[in-house]
């Protein structure tokens, strides 16, 4: 296989916009990701696209990966919408990959769009609601909300964690998302703001749910016989991994852990050579705050029931031994959740560039970025590292 590398990352701004359309907000990811590129790039380079999005409200539910690329004036090459709830982009990323290593492209772009925002609370929600397992949690009645309450309050019971402790991650995120142009909720708030804020499903509160975003980003990967055209200071797809299953929560044997992320983690830590010591930063999926703890754990970044405390810890804040989610994560940037897989490789593609601005992590060589779609029933681990500086 041939080596596959990361050559421009864009996104739109994450907020509100339900009067801007899922292509116009590719656009601007598009945009954005080809002036990135250093020595740039043309359009007629790109040879295949893969488009994330669960196509929240029904809106082009066929063939939305088309209309977008048609949209941004790359008509005429093979394209297709991915779908695999919240994950949606972490695959298209993995098929973007994939194409360029086998030999079918050379260059490939891989991206995601969401717009969520244009419907009612509660329509959204249902929209929201076939993500997950449909017969015996959604129609039970059961949010993602409740679905990660749920692992929250296991996890409470089996390890002790504190709700204090997962404010910390809110407080973390919303620190680093202060940082970010992009961001949705681009605001510092405090521990009491987090812990004062209202319920939404105990032991969760406001602060520790992300909201509700629309938005896009768009990522180009590019083949070892091509990267010298574009880069001088190649960045390679070390380790790619991906697992599915355990789509309701009844389907695995604890609440406290997700077993695509470890799969999809031991894949990409193997391919790579690397292990969790080897990271300089993560972005990890925390659509709730025990999201990104028990990512702490599932990645390997701390033992099984410490996720907690290392949140508490500060290890994981800018300047910290490992800082997680510089972008802001869902939490504070947002989550759209078409948009989310490849937003975080954006912000992987900024910090192994240097181009992070406020966020920027110092000499940042490896990173990792995790998605996951729905409460876990699919995952993407990517681990990107910075060429010649092993
Ligand atoms: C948390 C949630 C229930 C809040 O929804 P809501 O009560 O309808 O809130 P609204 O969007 O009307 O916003 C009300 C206020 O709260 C703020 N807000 C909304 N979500 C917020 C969040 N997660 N954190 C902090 N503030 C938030 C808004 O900015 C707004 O502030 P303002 O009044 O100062 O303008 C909703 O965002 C949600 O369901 N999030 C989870 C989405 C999800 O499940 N995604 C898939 C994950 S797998």
């Not at 409470?156 to 991650?169: D, I």
């Not at 703890?293 to 599932?298: H, L, Q, S």
């Not at 390997?300 to 300047?319: I, K, N, Q, V």
């Amino acid at each position: 296989m041939r080596d596959a590398y990361l050559i421009g990352a864009g996104q739109s701004d994450f907020g509100a916009f339900p009067d801007e359309s899922y292509r116009s907000l590719f656009r601007t990811a598009f945009e954005e990701m080809v002036e990135s590129v250093p020595d740039g790039i043309s359009r007629d380079d790109i040879d295949e696209a893969y488009i994330g999005m669960v196509s929240i409200g029904g809106r082009q539910i066929g063939l939305p990966g088309p209309a977008v690329t048609e949209h941004v004036g790359l008509d005429g090459i093979p394209c297709v919408r991915l779908e695999n709830a919240c994950a949606a982009s972490g695959y298209s990323i993995r098929q973007a990959i994939q194409a360029v290593r086998s030999g079918m492209a050379d260059v490939a772009l891989a991206g995601g769009t969401e717009v969520m925002n244009d419907l009612g609370r509660d329509r959204a929600r249902y929209w929201l609601g076939v993500s997950g397992e449909m017969e015996w949690e959604r129609m039970a009645g059961t949010t993602f909300s409740g679905v990660f309450a749920q692992m929250a309050s296991a996890h409470m019971n089996e390890y002790g964690t504190t709700r204090e402790q997962l404010s910390h991650v809110a407080v973390k995120s919303h620190e680093h998302g202060a940082k970010n142009p992009h961001a949705h909720l681009g605001y510092e708030c405090s521990l009491e703001d987090a812990e004062s804020a209202p319920t939404i499903a105990a032991p969760l509160g406001l602060y520790h749910c992300c909201p509700m975003s629309d938005g896009a980003a768009s990522v180009l990967i590019a083949s070892e016989d091509v990267v010298d055209d574009y880069t001088d200071d190649p960045i390679r797809v070390a380790g790619a991994g991906a697992s599915s299953g355990g789509i309701g929560l009844f389907e695995r044997d604890s609440y406290t852990s997700i077993p695509a992320t470890k799969q999809a983690a031991e894949s990409a830590y193997e391919e790579a050579g690397m292990a969790p010591e080897d990271l300089d930063f993560a972005e990890v999926h925390d659509c709730f705050s025990i999201a990104e703890v028990i990512a702490y754990e599932d990645l390997g970044f701390c033992e099984p029931g410490e996720g907690g405390a290392f949140a508490e810890s500060g290890e994981t804040r800018l300047g910290g031994d490992l800082p997680v989610n510089t972008s802001g994560g869902l939490k504070s940037k947002g989550h759209p959740i078409g948009a989310t897989g490849a937003s975080q490789m954006v912000e992987v593609f900024e910090q192994l560039s240097g181009h992070a601005g406020d966020r920027q992590v110092e000499d940042a060589t490896v990173g990792l970025a995790h998605n996951i779609g729905g409460s876990g029933g699919a995952a993407t681990v990517h681990i990107l590292e910075k060429e010649g500086s092993a």
